[in-house]
């Protein structure tokens, strides 16, 4: 492992050295949120209110993080998010993201908008690989992949409902960050001051949405293919194309981007098998709740009838065992892998997940809590959850 990964020691060191790594036109695309940025800073400080009220008198020699979701046991109660793009910022980085999850033995999520391949990612990793689906303006598109992921034997379809259109990222709006994504003048300067990933691109070129190539005309170039993903998507996902992808996917249904308990329990009614309760990590709605503010709203909707699984904000081992006593049965995290990956590929996205299960095992023996089934609201102190309850009835 490089010396600089090595000494990362929290999930903040990884963003440091992946922001060294990538040019601003790139760092900032992983970064950023939209507008003021409010729902992004929301995420992370929502945690903040909450306190872990220490439980001592337990033996907690041993801390069993082992969490059973869908039917599958994994080894800890993390998983990664879907990430776009994750190529840009590491070549061939979303099968190194997978292949780290395989080995940490948690479940990975490739993008929509994966510069990897839905077949070389169930090669790769059969048991821990799951698709997230952007629904294309052409419907068939989405058929057809959900045709795929079936036919490459993946267990889990993950339906993204959070993107109706394009969310004004000012960041990238100001970096020139768009289609086709050509560095002017300024961001060339400024990438020159990372020759690491400079080299990659110019050697490589811009990173192909492979999943997309086989759909569009003139799909040669890696310019022409996102020229063709920018026209089919975002579209509106309606309730109507959820019935419809539920009876052409016999696996396990995953919705990700609910947000009230209404939308929760609509999905339950629809057969859908889990939600990830998720603000898409503050990049979709500025003035959105941060999720952990209506976890448990939805957890009390749904909870015991369906798979309540949550991201956004997570950057701490206490993060996830709050979101976990808060009712997720599950978490994931899409920013701190991508810090590890950028900054040190599939040793770099093992380490943030190392470093979640280092800081989970030491919470949850303060917590007295020697399994995650023994996680629950009991172990948290709060304010204004009366008036969450209160405003977030279903
Ligand atoms: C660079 C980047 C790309 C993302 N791409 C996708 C995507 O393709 N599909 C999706 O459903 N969510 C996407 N997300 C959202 C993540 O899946 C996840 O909801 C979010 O990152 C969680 O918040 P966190 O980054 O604070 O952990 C992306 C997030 C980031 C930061």
Same mark, same amino acid.
């Given at each position: 492992?490089? /010396?600089?990964?090595?000494?990362?020691?929290?999930? +903040? &060191?990884?963003?440091? !050295? *992946?922001?060294?790594?990538?040019?601003?036109? /790139?760092?900032?695309?992983?970064?950023?949120?939209? +507008? &003021?940025?409010?729902? !992004? *800073?929301?995420n992370e400080d929502a945690f903040r209110r909450y306190r872990l009220v220490p439980r001592y008198g337990v033996d907690v020699t041993t801390i069993d993080q082992t969490t059973t979701l869908f039917g599958r046991t994994y080894s800890g109660p993390v998983g990664i998010a879907p990430t776009g793009l994750a190529g840009l910022f590491r070549r061939g980085g979303d099968l190194m993201l997978a292949e780290a999850a395989k080995a940490a033995n948690v479940p990975f999520i490739m993008s929509g908008t994966s510069t990897g391949l839905i077949e070389d990612l169930a090669r790769l990793a059969p048991e821990h690989g799951w698709y997230q689906l952007y629904i294309a303006k052409d419907r068939k598109i989405s058929e057809d992949?959900?045709?795929?992921?079936?036919?490459?034997?993946?267990s889990t379809l993950v339906i993204t409902v959070d993107v109706p259109t394009n969310s004004k990222r000012e960041r990238n709006l100001r970096n020139g960050f768009g289609r086709p994504l050509k560095l002017g003048v300024r961001m060339k300067l400024e990438a020159c001051r990372h020759p690491g990933w400079l080299a990659e691109y110019l050697r490589l070129g811009p990173p192909m949405f492979s999943n997309w190539q086989r759909y569009a005309p003139n799909g040669t170039t890696a310019d022409a293919v996102a020229d063709f993903v920018t026209a089919q998507m975002p579209t509106p996902v309606t309730w109507q194309d959820?019935?419809?992808?539920?009876?052409?996917?016999?696996?396990?249904?995953?919705?990700?981007?609910?947000?009230?308990?209404?939308?929760?329990?609509?999905?339950?009614a629809m057969g859908?098998?889990?939600?990830?309760?998720?603000n898409h990590g503050g990049r979709q709605l500025d003035?959105?709740?941060?999720?952990?503010?209506?976890?448990?709203?939805?957890?009390?909707?749904?909870?015991?009838?369906?798979?309540?699984?949550?991201?956004?904000?997570?950057?701490?081992?206490?993060?996830?065992?709050?979101?976990?006593?808060?009712g997720a049965k599950y978490v994931f995290v899409g920013r701190?892998?991508?810090y590890g990956v950028t900054a040190g590929g599939c040793a770099g996205a093992t380490k943030a997940l190392a470093i979640f299960k280092d800081e989970i095992e030491r919470v949850m023996m303060h917590l007295g809590a020697p399994n995650i089934k023994s996680l629950g609201p009991h172990l948290l102190m709060w304010k204004d959850e009366e008036d969450l309850r209160r405003n977030m009835r279903p």
């Open positions: 492992m490089p /010396a600089q990964l090595d000494a990362a020691i929290n999930i +903040e &060191d990884l963003r440091k !050295l *992946a922001k060294r790594r990538l040019p601003k036109i /790139a760092y900032d695309f992983i970064e950023g949120g939209l +507008e &003021d940025e409010d729902g !992004l *800073a929301r992949m959900v045709r795929r992921a079936r036919d490459a034997g993946l959820i019935e419809t992808f539920r009876r052409a996917w016999p696996g396990t249904l995953v919705i990700k981007g609910i947000m009230h308990p209404a939308d929760a329990t609509r999905a339950l859908v098998d889990g939600i990830m309760v998720s003035r959105a709740p941060a999720p952990i503010e209506v976890l448990p709203t939805i957890h009390a909707a749904v909870g015991d009838k369906m798979t309540v699984m949550y991201d956004s904000g997570i950057r701490r081992g206490s993060d996830a065992v709050t979101a976990l006593c808060l701190p892998t991508l």
